[in-house]
């Protein structure tokens, strides 16, 4: 799978559903009027930084503007379905709360199912971790008996050999932590981010550390969910 610039998104879960655009209706917008389509998937997010985001990645892969358009509003809109049907809680709604626990593995990930698009971050050693919190926040590493982490959230090993996930946490802690927090969804794997958001940070450090591609269904950008499905990530733990 290529690897694409980022621009910013983030998908809420309680937006309604906007029809996609057939192939032929997209090829008649504009560039602007893809990006404000997008925008209805992104709430708070600029369309000249969609629009920027695009340009970026096109002049560095090659492929069309429109196209890096298109496949965003795809995705976009596909993963709004897949968080809708996955359970996803707000804080403070009712949802039992919970310490996370230790994992199994260093370079192990935890899924949190938590609004509006879910969270993750990938285990430094047993016992701590490295993520991207949120907005307002830098990346940073934890132990797990400070994070609280909503009920139902699952671990994660990958089939791949235990010196790929250490390898992977290895670089997430030397090199992924002070990180500005980004709300790029839609197109977040540029291989020089200055920004990083939750998903992006753990796609990047097995990325950029062992090559391996844990985005489980391709597209645009890595989402939280994506880390958990494909081929290679199992799940051998869910906390309640």
């Keep these: 799978m290529s690897y694409k610039s980022r621009f910013f998104a983030v998908v809420a879960a309680a937006l309604l559903v906007v029809s996609l655009p057939s ?3 997209a090829a ?9 389509q997008i925008q209805a998937y992104v709430p708070g997010v600029g369309v000249d930084d969609i629009l920027a985001g695009a340009h970026a990645w096109s002049a560095e892969s090659g492929q069309d503007v429109r196209t890096v358009l298109v496949e965003a509003l795809e995705q976009a809109r596909d993963n709004q379905i ?6 996803i809680s707000e804080r403070g709604s009712g949802a039992r709360d919970t310490e996370l626990r230790k994992s199994d593995y260093k370079g192990d ?3 949190e199912p938590v609004s509006p698009a879910g969270h ?3 285990f430094g050693g047993n016992d701590w971790i490295v993520e991207a919190p949120g907005l307002g926040q ?12 909503l009920s139902g959230t699952q671990y994660f090993y990958y089939h791949v050999s235990q010196a790929t996930q250490d390898a992977a946490a290895d ?3 030397n090199n992924l932590l002070e990180r500005p927090y980004s709300i790029n969804f839609a197109v977040n794997k540029g291989m020089n981010p200055h920004r990083l958001n939750c998903s992006q940070l753990v796609w990047f450090a097995y990325m950029k550390a062992t090559g391996t591609d844990i985005d489980g269904n391709g597209g645009m950008g890595v989402y939280p969910k994506d880390l958990t499905v494909g081929s ?8 309640w």
């Design 23 to 25: 192939a032929g209706y």
């Design 28 to 36: 008649g917008q504009t560039e602007e009027e893809l990006a404000r």
């Design 82 to 87: 897949v968080q809708r049907r996955s359970g």
């Design 109 to 111: 990930v935890f899924y």
């Design 120 to 122: 993750v971050g990938i």
């Design 138 to 149: 830098v990346s940073h590493w934890k132990w797990v008996w400070d994070k609280r982490v």
């Design 171 to 173: 670089y997430a802690y």
């Design 232 to 239: 290679l990530p199992y799940n051998y733990k869910t906390i």
